[in-house]
């Protein structure tokens, strides 16, 4: 039963993520709100993680995905802070 906690709390990292990245997404389609936009791509970026997160531990233990998630993680913070700043950036103009 050990085992198999870890593979579950991977398994709904990654759906967590994802369905938050599909319900902002389909709320984007109905109200064009960038932030809307920003936070949908920040999770994918998160969703994405987390299924290498699964491949790194759970079915390629052999393979160093460390680096690519690391990016993963980088390229999501990276897009909210820049759908951050540009909305900022909008309003004062």
Not at 39 to 59: M, R
Request: aromatic share 14%; net charge positive.
């Amino acid at each position: 039963m050990a085992e198999i906690l870890p593979a579950i709390v991977y398994f709904l990292c990654f759906a967590t993520s994802a369905a938050c990245a599909w319900l902002l997404a389909r709320n984007y389609r109905k109200t064009r709100a960038p932030l809307l936009l920003w936070s949908a791509l920040c999770f994918v970026f998160l969703a994405a993680n987390n299924f290498v997160v699964i491949l790194d531990l759970l079915l390629i233990p052999s393979v160093d995905f460390r680096l690519t998630r690391l990016l993963l993680s980088l390229a999501a913070v990276s897009v909210l802070l820049f759908g951050f700043i540009w909305r900022h950036s909008e309003e004062e103009a």
